[in-house]
Structures are given as C-alpha cells and as structure tokens.
C-alpha cells in the first residue's frame, strides 16, 4: 500500500517528517566501529567529494555573472537563451551542493542567501513587485546588493528576471523596466558568483575542523560525532524532498495539487531540482559524486560496501531514480498530464520507502541515527 | 575478581529489577562517606540526580557524585523524565513521562521509595513537578485528555501525598513548571500539543492550530497572574522546558513542529509582568545545529548565564541572560540533561550515549567526568543537583 494516498496527504506527509525527525524508536544499535572508520569517510566525503562540486558551481555562477553582463549590452532572443541555460547549468550545481547542509552553507544563513525557498509568504513575490515600482538603485549595486532581502538576492529573484514571460520580454524590448531588470539580474548573478565563492573559500577550514575531531575539540569530539552532520544531510534531504519539493505542490490531492508551489517552478525545471538533489544525496552513501571520490568510500563503507545490506539499498534506491527519471523536468507539465499527479506521488513514495532504508539501515548500522534522547526525548 | 559492595556492576540491574519497587538498594553510604571525608569543596560533594535508562526497556532513577560515579539505581516500572526537589527534605518526585500513569516519591540519598502517586484514570502525567518553598504541597503536570485542557494537579506532602486540588494550566500539554523567586507563582510551559491516550499519548494531534503559552499562575488559588505567547507566525515552536532565576526571570526553550529549514527562533526570555516573551536566536551556523529541538534549560548559579541543551543537534547552547545574546557553544553528543554547578557559568550536562561533562561557559571549556559507571546508563531527559 502506498504511503501517500489522496486525501489527507498533507498530514501524512507532516506525520512521516515528524516521526523521522526525532520521534521514531531508535533502530537497533549495532556493534561500536572504531572512529578511524568515521574519521576515513569524513576525509573522503569532504575533502575528495565535495571541493570538485562547490568549484563547479562557483565557476558555473561566474559564467552566468559574465554572461548576463555581456547580454544586457545588447537582449535579445537567443541571448536570452542563453541565459536561462546559464542559469540552468549553475541551478543544477546548486541543487548538488544543496543538500549538504552544513558548516560554511549554514554560516551567515548563506543557503537562504543563494536560494530563498520555501518562500511561505509569497515574501519574494511581494518584494518584487515594489522592486519593479521603485526601482531602487541598491538592486543594481553589486557592492549594496548583499544587503539587500534574502528573498531578492538569490536564485529565485533571477528566475523570475529570466523566466517570467513578461518581464523577459521587457529585457528583450529595452524598455524602462527591462533595462532595470537586467541590470539587477547581472547583479544578482554577482551576488550568487561572490556567495558560491565564499563557500569555495570556507570550506576547507569546515573540513578541517571535522577531519580534526578529538577530545580536545568544543565543536566535533569524535569523529563518529562529526560524521552525524554527513548523516543527517542524507536523511534531512530525503525528508525536505518529501515535506517541501514534493508535498506542498501535491497538496491534499490532485484538485488541491498546485504546481506554483514547487521550487523553481517557473523556470519548469521542480523536478529536475529533485533529481540532482538525489544525485547528491546518493553520493553521500556511495562516496562518488561527477567523477569526484569513489564509489564505496561514502558512508557505505561504515556498512560493508558490497553487502547484502548494500546490494539492497542499492536497489531500492535505483526504484527511487526510475521513478524520478519517468518524469519531465516540469512539476507544471506533469500536474497538467492525466495521471500525472499519481508519478510524482510514486516518486514521493519512493522517496518515503528510502527514508525508512536510511534510518533503520544505515543510520543503525552506522549509529548515526541519533541517541537515546535525539531520537526519542519529550 | 568479587565486586566490593561499593562497586558499581551494571549487571547488578537484573537483579534491582526483581526486586520491584519496593527493592530500593543502596550503593551510596560507603562511597559517598569516603567522598564526604577526602573532598572539601561543596561542588565535590554535590550529588546529581536523573531518570536513566538501560539497554533493555530498562528505567530508573539514577544518582551519580561529582566525578561520575554511580551512587544508586532506583528501577521504575516505565521511562522516567525529570526528578522534583522536596525543599529542606529527603523526598524527591519522579514523575513518569508523559503519558505517566504514576510518579514515585523517593529518598533523594537511597533512591528508596517512599510512596506512590497514581494519576486519575482521565488524566496522565507530563513528566515534571516542583514542591512548594515550604514543601508543603507537590504540583504535576497533567493532562486532561478528554477535555484537551492541562491541569496542575496539587498533592499534599504531609498528608500521605494526598491529591488535594487540580488547577488549570490555561493551555493544552503543559510541560515543565517552576515556582517564582517570591514562591507564591507557578510558572507553566503549556507546549501547545494535544494528545490522547487512544493515540499513543504522545502523537500531537492538533500542528496546525496548536496555540502554546507561557503561563502564570497563582500556586495557592490557580488564579491566571500572567500569560505571554510567541507571534501567530510560530504558533508551531512548543513551548516546552523552562527554568526561573532568582529575579524571576524565565527562559525558555522551544520544539518545533514545523518544516526542518525553516527559520524560527528556539529560545526565549520573558520576565512575567513586563514585555511579552523575547523569541532569540543563534548565530545561523549554530542555529542550524540546535536541529529545531531543545531538550532542556538551566540557569547557572549566578542566573547570568543560561543553558540550553539541543539533543538532536548534539550541541548545548549558552546565552546571557541580561540581555539574550548568544554566547557560545559546546558539542555534547545527544547531551540533554543540565544542572548548574555552584560556580558561574558552570553546568553538569549528560548524555543519552552515557557521557557526562563539566562545561564552563564563560571560558568555553569541556571536561568529560572521570567515572567510567556513568557510562553504563543512558541519562534522560533532566537533570538535578543536591548541594550536599
């Protein structure tokens, strides 16, 4: 039977986040690993893994910033093209790099910063239409642009300078508008080629500090310890999958399912999000992400790369990818399909099923899943 | 080799458990009388109290002395939560987590039971309690399950621990409570959630129109002196666990019920009679960390400092209490319970992993106990300090 039916699925979709945040039984706990074996997967995973793919989505952002410079010279058409594949290509980077929420992604609310989502309030959609009445210069000002909303800074805000139609079209015919909008979309892209450049800069003294755990560090005493922050990305992006890039669209069923709700919507590319997200998540496990680490080096390697635990994760998780490759980039066109809302529900479910997989094997074999008190407190 | 009587041996909880409640035994009187004659500072001779829990559905109340050792084990007939400090007398309270069918009134320095509370069949108890100054009377929390309303249930110490009156909490789930310094104001955590027993007890059923407050009350009339709440926006942050200093200062620390990135404060101060509750956060790379759930809070000695334990983040977090700034942190893996030592910005905290540290806030240091016994337990929810 499916986890997620129609009817109800808001508070199933709730339920199943809460109890998997911290209010399941602890899985059963399996025999102590030495820390080295922690220690070796936090060494591949944040030095061999992760550098190659925040270097790629720096670099990705700066073409974009480069790139919009030079097509508000001169918009048209295919420079607007361009454009959105500029954007495309530095949104897929961003959705790998996502899930890893910690350390230098987490500091000065920086993910917020480089992307604004779930946007509960309609926050960006409010701001932005005062930005376009007042047009103020801050929007424009590569050196002001950071202090400037969260909402109005990042991905988001230059989806919708390049993607709405109108506005697009405003770029394209020069006018008043349009000749702000670009500029503030060059600026935005900046902002993201300076944010996505910090990361580059922070993150091998975040590595560092969680290579280094010890007894003597406030901040990781063990690198078991260390290793939760690794743990708990794979399983909190599975569930922000689940709760925010998936069940908020789908609402309660498929008459309250409203495509405008997912990330990226508008520039049709929601599920896309997701698939690069899995992508990453799976490197987490496995230790190999785009040609960086290796395959087996990832957190598999606390439960036996290869095993028969392995080997079924591995399966199960392929069931996770068909069913996110049967589905178009687009939440918009699949919702606007006949039976389209039940595939991104089968991919909902997939997900669910993995997030089980994750908490009871690998998060108890690998005793990362939490303790007495994380896993159950009152 | 044969364990010397003082000695503590893990194995030793099968044979407590078939001992029943009414087993109680002691390892404290020769330890602790060898600690009490070769250690002069008070902190030395401090013993610290907590629910614990062993690796087979095993519960107890658990005391343990300055460096970690193991004084006694006291087996409960279900998992424990906090322990109530009987003032100027040997009882202590364990109240069974919620839904908690019963509470056991024990000797703080044997772990002897010296009465029994049952809640009333339409009522569980939450887990906290806290004696009157003069410790007259003992007050619980409770739910009223079938009225969704929470109740302070009043038990009177000297008579038998008879239940003698109930109040209101004036919300739903009340949790932790305190008395205020002047002794005559209840402090009451109402986290918001509704539960019933036909659910588990503990399954919220009410995330989206939960409404959790501050409260309170007259401990004496049940009178509604004051009450504060967070904005509409973070109606979803439980307020669940708080601590009261000596100018009567609350803080207080907060679980959400919300999405797990959402940006939404954890922690708050709120002094009754001034302005409403004061919602504070972390820096964002620590925020992040405190995973959306604090486990417990305490101020230390002085009340300028103010701890927070965040389990699922396996970090403990430390504010001003003046002016509710963010002061610093320490990594404590599923570290939860917190008690403040008799010196500024100093905690005992424990751990669900069995670890238990000395963490000084103001110079930032961490030390782990020395004791290996403290290990052989998983340390709950809450923790208590006896100045001996």
Not at chain 1, 69 to 98: I, T, Y
Not at chain 2, 38 to 45: G, L
Request: charge should be negative; charged fraction near 25%; glycine fraction near 10%.
């Amino acid at each position: 039977m499916p986890l997620f039916d129609t009817g109800c699925r808001r508070a199933m979709a709730g339920l199943i986040v809460t109890i998997a945040a911290g209010l399941s039984a602890p899985p059963a706990a399996h025999a102590d690993l030495p820390d080295g074996q922690y220690h070796d997967v936090i060494v591949h995973l944040l030095s061999k893994v992760m550098p190659p793919q925040l270097d790629a989505l720096h670099s990705s952002t700066a073409t974009l910033a480069t790139g919009m410079s030079d097509f508000c010279k001169s918009p048209d058409k295919a420079g607007l093209a361009k454009m959105r594949d500029g954007f495309n290509d530095a949104m897929d980077r961003w959705q790998e790099v996502q899930p890893w929420r910690m350390g230098p992604m987490m500091a000065n609310g920086r993910d917020q910063l480089i992307e604004y989502w779930p946007d509960k309030h309609g926050t960006a959609a409010r701001q932005f239409r005062l930005l376009l009445r007042n047009k103020p210069p801050l929007y424009t000002n590569p050196a002001k642009i950071a202090d400037a909303s969260a909402a109005l800074q990042g991905f988001p805000a230059l989806e919708e300078v390049l993607f709405d139609p109108k506005l697009a079209g405003q770029i394209v015919a020069k006018d008043k508008d349009g000749v702000y909008l670009c500029q503030y979309g060059t600026t935005i892209a900046g902002n993201l080629e300076k944010l996505t450049g910090e990361l580059v800069a922070q993150w091998p003294a975040f590595a560092d500090a969680m290579i280094n755990a010890g007894p003597d560090s406030l901040d990781y005493p063990t690198s078991k310890f260390a290793a939760t922050d690794l743990y708990r990305a794979l399983h909190e992006g599975m569930l922000i999958i689940i709760s925010q890039k998936l069940a908020r669209p789908l609402g309660e069923g498929p008459d309250d399912a409203n495509a405008k709700r997912a990330e990226s919507w508008q520039a049709e590319r929601s599920l896309r999000n997701i698939s690069h997200n899995l992508k990453s998540l799976f490197a987490i496990y496995d230790g190999e992400l785009n040609g960086a680490g290796e395959s087996g080096k990832g957190m598999v390697a606390l439960i036996g790369a290869d095993s028969l635990l392995d080997r079924s994760f591995r399966l199960n998780w392929q069931k996770i990818r068909d069913a996110s490759d049967a589905l178009p980039d687009s939440m918009v066109a699949v919702l606007a399909q006949p039976g389209g809302f039940d595939k991104v529900q089968e991919l909902e479910n997939q997900v669910a099923y993995g997030v089980m997989l994750v908490e009871n094997d690998v998060g108890g074999h690998t005793e990362l899943g939490g303790g007495f008190n994380a896993l159950d407190g009152d | 080799m044969p364990l010397m009587e003082t000695d503590f041996n893990p194995n030793r909880r099968n044979v407590l458990r078939l001992f029943g409640l009414g087993g109680a035994i002691t390892f404290l009187p020769a330890g602790f009388a060898k600690a009490a004659t070769t250690v002069t500072a008070p902190e030395d001779r401090a013993v610290y109290i907590s629910a614990s829990a062993g690796n087979n559905d095993d519960f107890y109340v658990s005391a343990f002395n300055a460096q970690g050792k193991i004084l006694y084990e006291q087996p409960l007939p279900g998992r424990g939560h906090d322990v109530g400090l009987r003032p100027n007398h040997v009882d202590v309270a364990a109240v069974e987590r919620r839904p908690g069918l019963y509470a056991l009134i024990m000797n703080r320095h044997t772990g002897e039971v010296r009465a029994t509370l049952k809640s009333p069949e339409d009522r569980r108890f939450y887990g906290h309690s806290v004696y009157s100054s003069d410790g007259r009377y003992l007050y619980i929390t409770e739910n009223d399950f079938d009225n969704a309303r929470g109740v302070i249930s009043v038990w009177d110490a000297q008579n038998g621990y008879k239940r003698v009156a109930e109040f209101d909490s004036y919300g739903m789930g009340p949790h932790e409570l305190h008395l205020l310094p002047d002794g005559e104001g209840m402090a009451i955590a109402n986290g918001g959630l509704k539960t019933h027993p036909d659910f588990d007890g503990r399954t919220p059923l009410n995330i989206e129109t939960m409404e959790p407050n501050l409260t309170v009350i007259s401990r004496k009339t049940g009178e509604k002196l004051y009450q504060t709440r967070l904005k509409d926006d973070w109606h979803k942050l439980s307020i669940r666990h708080i601590d009261v200093t000596l100018d009567g200062t609350i803080a207080t620390g907060f679980q959400y019920h919300g999405g797990l990135n959402d940006e939404v404060p954890l922690v708050g101060l709120w002094k009754p009679g001034g302005p409403e509750l004061q919602a504070l956060e972390a820096p964002d790379n620590v925020q992040y960390r405190m995973r959306q759930y604090c486990g417990s809070v305490r101020f230390d000695v002085s009340g300028s400092v103010f701890a927070i334990s965040c389990p699922r983040g396996g970090v403990v977090t430390f504010w001003d209490a003046h002016n509710g700034k963010f002061l610093t942190n320490i990594a404590a893996p599923d570290g939860c319970g917190l008690a403040a030592t008799d010196r500024k910005g100093e905690f005992v905290g424990t751990s669900g992993l069995g670890s238990g540290w000395r963490m000084d806030a103001i110079n930032r240091k961490r030390i782990e106990l020395p004791d290996d016994s403290l290990k052989s337990l998983k340390w709950d929810n809450h923790l208590q300090r006896i100045s001996a």
